[in-house]
């Protein structure tokens, strides 16, 4: 049933009206994308030749602050900083404590997700600005196939980052993309490391986004499947812990840690989508597997913040219902060319 912006019973906004989509979700939770560049180019994520946006079109920091200040004062609680590879921007920790402020104002949340590789060099400031947790992307332990999927990294770099955010006292939670044929066998490893060393490990089917150096129909992974298979060794008790994200969790008894499926192939969770996306150009998309947006950067540039607000509620109206992947032979290419570099994953 479609719903008006202002029908919705019980929102109390920060600010102004809340955020509403046209099917009544509530949009908390945004995602800011600082940069398209990255020093990695992963098999799943980038082609090997990937084009980067040229410097003078990506917004400035007192821009992504005016955005995100909009957001906030329409009720956005959870910020996460993305990419490409957020910590590459230059200067991003002062852009990180300009963000923070918004913390206890509105903001409850403001995390980063990031491939680790800068971490060392970065990890006390994102703990004084107020960061708690990160997202590191993480696919295997193994060097050489680090460098492989990579196609760059040194696997020694992040692990070194992940202590540093460690001793920072940050909250880490591991990301891992499951793919058939180059990681699977790494899986129960990888949940053996990241819990013992107390963090959660995410698992995450690969989207179809972009043209990249990795046939994804043969490497995809349906998660459904492998949590059966894991269920056979391993006693997972289902929990209702969610993280403001897509992921669903299990409690793994026998590690005493949490593992979490992000499933955007086999399950889509869109009807309970509470996100929305910013390019590092000021492009908002309401669905990372959609092509509808609007263009914050015209509105602030040329309109002010009344155009900027007006513009959020244009693409509340503008949110689809979900995206539509499909995966075989007969749809092996990318369902969108934008990769999820530009979008922000
Ligand atoms: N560079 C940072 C990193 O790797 O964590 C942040 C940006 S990256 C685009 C965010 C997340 O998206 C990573 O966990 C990465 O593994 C995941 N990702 C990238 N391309 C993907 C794809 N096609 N399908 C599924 N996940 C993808
Ligand atoms: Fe870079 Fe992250 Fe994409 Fe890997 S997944 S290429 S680290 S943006």
């Not at 196609?151 to 058939?180: C, F, Q, S, T």
């Not at 179809?208 to 391993?234: C, F, H, I, N, S």
Request: with cysteine; hydrophobic share 35%.
């Amino acid at each position: 049933m479609r719903v008006t912006l202002l029908e919705q019973p019980g929102l109390e906004p920060t600010g102004g009206r809340p955020l509403v989509d046209s099917f009544g979700r509530t949009i908390s939770y945004l995602r800011v994308s600082v940069t398209d560049r990255c020093d990695y180019r992963c098999v799943y994520c980038m082609s090997e030749q990937m084009s980067f946006l040229p410097r003078k079109e990506v917004l400035s920091f007192e821009e992504i602050d005016a955005i995100v200040s909009a957001f906030v004062a329409r009720g956005v609680s959870k910020l996460r900083l993305t990419g490409g590879e957020p910590l590459v921007r230059r200067d991003i920790a002062d852009l990180v404590d300009r963000l923070g402020r918004h913390l206890g104002d509105g903001l409850e949340e403001l995390t980063l997700t990031t491939n680790g590789s800068q971490l060392r060099r970065h990890a006390a400031r994102l703990a004084q600005a107020g960061v708690r947790r990160l997202n590191v992307s993480l696919d295997t332990l193994d060097e050489r196939r680090f460098a492989e999927i990579t196609r760059r990294g040194r696997l020694g770099d992040v692990l070194d980052g992940i202590d540093a955010a460690v001793e920072a006292g940050l909250g880490i939670k591991i990301n891992m993309v499951a793919m058939r044929g180059v990681n699977e066998d790494e899986i129960e490893p990888m949940l053996h490391w990241a819990h013992g060393r107390g963090f959660g490990l995410t698992l995450i089917e690969g989207m179809p986004l972009g043209e990249v150096g990795l046939d994804r129909v043969d490497t995809y992974l349906p998660l459904k499947q492998l949590r059966e298979r894991l269920a056979q060794r391993y006693t997972l008790v289902p929990t209702d812990h969610r993280t403001g994200g897509p992921a669903r969790y299990d409690q793994v008894a026998e590690t005493g840690g949490r593992i979490g499926f992000i499933t955007p192939m086999s399950h889509n969770f869109c009807e309970s989508c509470n996100r929305v996306r910013i390019t590092c150009t000021g492009t908002l998309y309401m669905c990372l597997g959609q092509d509808g947006m609007v263009d914050l950067r015209a509105a602030i540039r040329d309109g002010g913040p009344d155009a900027l607000d007006a513009a959020l509620d244009r693409a509340m109206l503008l949110k689809p219902r979900g995206h539509d992947f499909v995966l075989d032979r007969s749809h092996a290419g990318p369902a969108l060319s934008r990769h999820m570099s530009v979008t922000g994953g």
